[in-house]
């Protein structure tokens, strides 16, 4: 699934993407380490992978997004 990088603070590796609807939905330093990155920038389109559904919903893996 795509989505755009909401926030990202660097000292927690963790953060938020915004959904292509708009949602944000937060992701932790888990599913950031999982994509392999270094530094993620708010605006940067992103593919992740979640697990779960509605509120239960959460990210596994945040990685750049290609076209």
């Known amino acids: 699934m795509q989505a755009t990088?909401?926030?990202?603070?660097?000292?927690?590796?963790?953060?938020?993407?915004?959904l292509d609807d708009g949602t944000p939905v937060p992701f932790d330093a888990a599913a950031f380490d999982a994509g392999g990155l270094r530094?993620?920038?708010?605006g940067q389109?992103?593919?992740?992978?979640?697990?779960?559904?509605?509120?239960?919903?959460?990210?596994t893996l945040v990685t750049?997004?290609?076209l």
């Open 64 to 66: 750049l997004g290609t």
């Open 5 to 18: 990088a909401y926030t990202y603070d660097e000292a927690t590796r963790s953060g938020q993407v915004l």
């Open 45 to 59: 389109r992103v593919r992740i992978e979640t697990e779960g559904a509605g509120e239960g919903r959460r990210i």
């Open 39 to 42: 530094l993620l920038r708010p």
